[in-house]
C-alpha cells in the first residue's frame, strides 16, 4: 500500500513534469511555424497613382499577391454609378477614380482575368465573375475582391498602411 | 538468465539470440492465408512493391533536390533531368508510382468494399487503410509542391486556402501554414520536411498497424467464409494439405503473390519508359510565378472525384460537401448494417449500390478535369448530389438487406 501510494505520487509528478513540457513544446510547435518577422516586415508597397491610364489594368505586387489597379474613365464610372455600395468601393485620389484591389478571386485564390472590351473580370478556374468595382458578379466567389489596407498619401497609395479611407470601407462592410 | 549452448551452426547461433525460426513461423511459413481468393488479394504487396519504388527512387532524388524557391525548379528540370546520370529514370519511376499508387489503391479499395471485407472484426483493418490514404493523399500533395513549377505554386495556393474555411475567414490559419501571405521559400521548407520526413514515418507506422490488424481476423476471402483458422492449420500441418482451407503465406501464397507483381511490374515500367509523360503535368514545366494564374487548374487525375464534389457548389457548400467525401469512406463499416459476409453480387440492392457508386466516382473524376462549363457542368452537379445521396442511402438499403 505504502509503495503504491508512491508509485502514484511518483506517476503523477512525472505527469506533470510531462504535461508542462508538452504544452510547452506545442506552443514553441506553433510559434516556429509562424511567419518570419522578416516576412511579416516586408509587408509595405507605395503606389504613385499618377502612373495609370484609363481601362488599363495594372497588377501590382504587395506582399508577394498581386493587386489589380485600375483607373477609371468617365463612362466606365457611369456604370459603376448605378450601384451605390460599388461606388463605395473606389478610391478616389485628386478628382480620378480608381480600382484597387487584391487579384485573387475571394472563391479558391486563381487570379481572375480583366477583359477590357466587356469591362469586367473573369476568373478561369470557377467560373467566377467580377464588375469593374471588383464586385462579384456571377457564382461561386461568396464576395467581390477583397480591398488591401491602404492609406492615401496625396497622389501616393501606400498599401499595408490603414488610412482612415480603408477604416470607413470595413466598418461599411465594403470589405474585409 | 536464458541459457545459452554452443551454436552447432551460424543458424543456430542466430536462433538462440534472435529466435528466427520462430519469427520466420510467425511472420511467413505458419501465417495462414485463404486459399478461395483471387489475382485481387495481391495489391497489397503491389502496393508493398509500390511503396519501396518510391522510397528508393525518392532517396535518389532527394541527393541532388534543392528546397529552395530559386533553384528548386532547375534542381529538378536541368540538374536531376540532364546532368545525373540515370536522373530521369529515379524521377519517372518516382512520378509514375506516385499516380499508379493510387490507381491500385483505388482497386484495394473497392475489391475491399465488393467482398465486404471490413465487416466482422475487420473494421481496423479499413480504417488503417483509410488513414493510410489520407496520409498518402498527403504525401502526393506535398511532393507536388517541390518541383515549384506553375501547377505546384497555384495547387499549394488553392489547397492551403481551403483550411480558411470558407465564410469563416480564418486566414491567419492559412498564413500559419504557409508560413508566409502567399506560398513562398517557408511553405516550400516545411512541405520539402513533411514530404520526406514526417508524412513518410507516418505511413510506415500505418503500415504496421495495417497488417497487424489483418493478424486476428485474418484475410477475408471471395464467400466470406468464416474460417476456424486454427483448426484448418492444424489440418494443414498434418499433412492434408489439399483437404485445408488455408495455405502458408510463404512460399505458397507469396509465389502467386510475386507472379502477380510481376505482371504489374512489366505495366508498371513499361509507363516509366513509355509513357511517364502522363504523370507529369505540362503546366508544371513552367517555373512558378505568383502573379499568372494558369488558365485553368486541376488537381493529378486521383483528386479529381473529391475536387469535382468541391467545385459545383458555392464556397460553404461545397467546403462541406468536400470535407464529407473526405471522411466518409472512414465510416463504411458502420454505415453498413447488413450482417452479411458475402460478395456484393449476392447481397441485393447493395450490388446495385456498389456499381452505382463505382461509376459515379469515374464520372466525377472524368468531369473534374473538365472545364466547369455548360453540360459538364450539370453533370458534374448530378455526380457529386448522387455521391452524397448513394451514401445517406446505404445505411438505410442494407438495414433492409435479408440474411443470407
Given at each position: 500500500?505504502?509503495?503504491?501510494?508512491?508509485?502514484?505520487?511518483?506517476?503523477?509528478?512525472?505527469?506533470?513534469?510531462?504535461?508542462?513540457?508538452?504544452?510547452?513544446?506545442?506552443?514553441?510547435?506553433?510559434?516556429?511555424?509562424?511567419?518570419?518577422?522578416?516576412?511579416?516586415?516586408?509587408?509595405?508597397?507605395?503606389?504613385?497613382?499618377?502612373?495609370?491610364?484609363?481601362?488599363?489594368?495594372?497588377?501590382?505586387?504587395?506582399?508577394?499577391?498581386?493587386?489589380?489597379?485600375?483607373?477609371?474613365?468617365?463612362?466606365?464610372?457611369?456604370?459603376?454609378?448605378?450601384?451605390?455600395?460599388?461606388?463605395?468601393?473606389?478610391?478616389?485620389?485628386?478628382?480620378?477614380?480608381?480600382?484597387?484591389?487584391?487579384?485573387?478571386?475571394?472563391?479558391?485564390?486563381?487570379?481572375?482575368?480583366?477583359?477590357?472590351?466587356?469591362?469586367?473580370?473573369?476568373?478561369?478556374?470557377?467560373?467566377?465573375?467580377?464588375?469593374?468595382?471588383?464586385?462579384?458578379?456571377?457564382?461561386?466567389?461568396?464576395?467581390?475582391l477583397d480591398i488591401p489596407p491602404f492609406k492615401i498619401d496625396g497622389t501616393k497609395?501606400?498599401?499595408?498602411?490603414?488610412?482612415?479611407?480603408?477604416?470607413?470601407?470595413?466598418?461599411?462592410?465594403?470589405?474585409? | 538468465?536464458?541459457?545459452?549452448?554452443?551454436?552447432?551452426?551460424?543458424?543456430?547461433?542466430?536462433?538462440?539470440?534472435?529466435?528466427?525460426?520462430?519469427?520466420?513461423?510467425?511472420?511467413?511459413?505458419?501465417?495462414?492465408?485463404?486459399?478461395?481468393?483471387?489475382?485481387?488479394?495481391?495489391?497489397?504487396?503491389?502496393?508493398?512493391?509500390?511503396?519501396?519504388?518510391?522510397?528508393?527512387?525518392?532517396?535518389?532524388?532527394?541527393?541532388?533536390?534543392?528546397?529552395?524557391?530559386?533553384?528548386?525548379?532547375?534542381?529538378?528540370?536541368?540538374?536531376?533531368?540532364?546532368?545525373?546520370?540515370?536522373?530521369?529514370?529515379?524521377?519517372?519511376?518516382?512520378?509514375?508510382?506516385?499516380?499508379?499508387?493510387?490507381?491500385?489503391?483505388?482497386?484495394?479499395?473497392?475489391?475491399?468494399?465488393?467482398?465486404?471485407?471490413?465487416?466482422?472484426?475487420?473494421?481496423?483493418?479499413?480504417?488503417?487503410?483509410?488513414?493510410?490514404?489520407?496520409?498518402?493523399?498527403?504525401?502526393?500533395?506535398?511532393?507536388?509542391?517541390?518541383?515549384?513549377?506553375?501547377?505546384?505554386?497555384?495547387?499549394?495556393?488553392?489547397?492551403?486556402?481551403?483550411?480558411?474555411?470558407?465564410?469563416?475567414?480564418?486566414?491567419?490559419?492559412?498564413?500559419?501554414?504557409?508560413?508566409?501571405?502567399?506560398?513562398?521559400?517557408?511553405?516550400?521548407?516545411?512541405?520539402?520536411?513533411?514530404?520526406?520526413?514526417?508524412?513518410?514515418?507516418?505511413?510506415?507506422?500505418?503500415?504496421?498497424?495495417?497488417?497487424?490488424?489483418?493478424?486476428?481476423?485474418?484475410?477475408?476471402?471471395?464467400?466470406?467464409?468464416?474460417?476456424?483458422?486454427?483448426?484448418?492449420?492444424?489440418?494443414?500441418?498434418?499433412?492434408?494439405?489439399?483437404?485445408?482451407?488455408?495455405?502458408?503465406?510463404?512460399?505458397?501464397?507469396?509465389?502467386?503473390?510475386?507472379?502477380?507483381?510481376?505482371?504489374?511490374?512489366?505495366?508498371?515500367?513499361?509507363?516509366?519508359?513509355?509513357?511517364?509523360?502522363?504523370?507529369?503535368?505540362?503546366?508544371?514545366?513552367?517555373?512558378?510565378?505568383?502573379?499568372?494564374?494558369?488558365?485553368?487548374?486541376?488537381?493529378?487525375?486521383?483528386?479529381?472525384?473529391?475536387?469535382?464534389?468541391?467545385?459545383?457548389?458555392?464556397?460553404?457548400?461545397?467546403?462541406?460537401?468536400?470535407?464529407?467525401?473526405?471522411?466518409?469512406?472512414?465510416?463504411?463499416?458502420?454505415?453498413?448494417?447488413?450482417?452479411?459476409?458475402?460478395?456484393?453480387?449476392?447481397?441485393?440492392?447493395?450490388?446495385?449500390?456498389?456499381?452505382?457508386?463505382?461509376?459515379?466516382?469515374?464520372?466525377?473524376?472524368?468531369?473534374?478535369?473538365?472545364?466547369?462549363?455548360?453540360?459538364?457542368?450539370?453533370?458534374?452537379?448530378?455526380?457529386?448530389?448522387?455521391?452524397?445521396?448513394?451514401?445517406?442511402?446505404?445505411?438505410?438499403?442494407?438495414?433492409?438487406?435479408?440474411?443470407?
Amino acid at each position: 500500500m505504502k509503495n503504491n501510494s508512491r508509485r502514484g505520487f511518483m506517476g503523477m509528478a512525472f505527469g506533470a513534469v510531462a504535461g508542462i513540457g508538452a504544452v510547452g513544446s506545442l506552443y514553441a510547435m506553433k510559434k516556429s511555424w509562424d511567419p518570419l518577422p522578416s516576412v511579416k516586415a516586408a509587408g509595405f508597397t507605395t503606389l504613385d497613382m499618377n502612373d495609370y491610364k484609363e481601362n488599363e489594368l495594372v497588377t501590382e505586387k504587395w506582399r508577394g499577391k498581386p493587386i489589380f489597379v485600375l483607373k477609371l474613365n468617365s463612362k466606365m464610372l457611369e456604370k459603376v454609378k448605378d450601384k451605390k455600395s460599388d461606388m463605395d468601393r473606389l478610391i478616389e485620389i485628386s478628382g480620378s477614380h480608381y480600382m484597387v484591389t487584391i487579384g485573387l478571386c475571394t472563391h479558391l485564390g486563381c487570379i481572375p482575368g480583366y477583359r477590357p472590351a466587356e469591362e469586367n473580370f473573369l476568373c478561369a478556374c470557377h467560373g467566377g465573375m467580377y464588375d469593374l468595382s471588383g464586385d462579384v458578379t456571377k457564382a461561386p466567389p461568396p464576395r467581390g475582391l477583397d480591398i488591401p489596407p491602404f492609406k492615401i498619401d496625396g497622389t501616393k497609395l501606400v498599401l499595408g498602411e490603414e488610412g482612415p479611407e480603408y477604416k470607413a470601407m470595413k466598418e461599411n462592410g465594403i470589405t474585409l | 538468465m536464458a541459457h545459452f549452448t554452443k551454436a552447432t551452426s551460424v543458424k543456430d547461433w542466430f536462433n538462440q539470440r534472435l529466435a528466427i525460426d520462430k519469427v520466420e513461423k510467425v511472420m511467413m511459413s505458419e501465417y495462414w492465408i485463404p486459399k478461395n481468393i483471387n489475382f485481387l488479394w495481391a495489391m497489397g504487396m503491389v502496393l508493398v512493391i509500390t511503396f519501396a519504388l518510391l522510397l528508393v527512387s525518392g532517396i535518389f532524388l532527394l541527393m541532388y533536390y534543392q528546397p529552395n524557391v530559386t533553384t528548386a525548379f532547375d534542381s529538378v528540370n536541368y540538374t536531376i533531368m540532364r546532368e545525373v546520370d540515370f536522373g530521369w529514370l529515379w524521377r519517372h519511376v518516382h512520378g509514375v508510382a506516385a499516380s499508379v499508387v493510387f490507381l491500385i489503391i483505388y482497386i484495394h479499395m473497392f475489391t475491399g468494399i465488393y467482398y465486404g471485407s471490413y465487416k466482422k472484426g475487420r473494421e481496423m483493418i479499413w480504417i488503417s487503410g483509410m488513414l493510410l490514404f489520407v496520409a498518402f493523399s498527403a504525401e502526393a500533395f506535398s511532393g507536388y509542391m517541390l518541383p515549384w513549377g506553375q501547377m505546384s505554386y497555384w495547387a499549394g495556393m488553392v489547397i492551403t486556402n481551403l483550411f480558411a474555411g470558407g465564410s469563416l475567414h480564418a486566414d491567419g490559419l492559412v498564413e500559419w501554414i504557409r508560413g508566409d501571405y502567399v506560398p513562398a521559400q517557408a511553405f516550400l521548407t516545411r512541405f520539402f520536411m513533411l514530404h520526406v520526413l514526417l508524412v513518410p514515418l507516418a505511413i510506415m507506422g500505418l503500415i504496421g498497424l495495417h497488417f497487424g490488424a489483418l493478424r486476428i481476423p485474418h484475410v477475408n476471402n471471395q464467400d466470406g467464409e468464416e474460417i476456424d483458422f486454427d483448426e484448418e492449420s492444424t489440418k494443414y500441418l498434418a499433412g492434408d494439405k489439399a483437404g485445408a482451407k488455408v495455405m502458408r503465406f510463404a512460399n505458397d501464397f507469396m509465389a502467386k503473390d510475386m507472379m502477380v507483381v510481376g505482371v504489374y511490374l512489366v505495366f508498371f515500367f513499361y509507363l516509366v519508359f513509355f509513357h511517364f509523360d502522363f504523370a507529369m503535368d505540362p503546366v508544371n514545366f513552367d517555373p512558378a510565378n505568383g502573379l499568372k494564374t494558369p488558365a485553368h487548374i486541376y488537381p493529378e487525375w486521383y483528386f479529381l472525384w473529391s475536387y469535382e464534389i468541391l467545385r459545383p457548389f458555392s464556397t460553404d457548400t461545397g467546403l462541406i460537401a468536400f470535407a464529407f467525401a473526405q471522411v466518409i469512406f472512414v465510416f463504411l463499416p458502420f454505415l453498413d448494417r447488413s450482417p452479411n459476409t458475402v460478395p456484393a453480387s449476392r447481397r441485393g440492392l447493395f450490388k446495385i449500390w456498389f456499381w452505382a457508386m463505382l461509376v459515379d466516382m469515374i464520372v466525377l473524376t472524368a468531369m473534374g478535369k473538365l472545364p466547369p462549363a455548360g453540360i459538364f457542368s450539370t453533370i458534374g452537379f448530378v455526380a457529386a448530389l448522387t455521391f452524397i445521396g448513394l451514401w445517406i442511402l446505404l445505411p438505410i438499403i442494407t438495414k433492409m438487406e435479408r440474411k443470407v
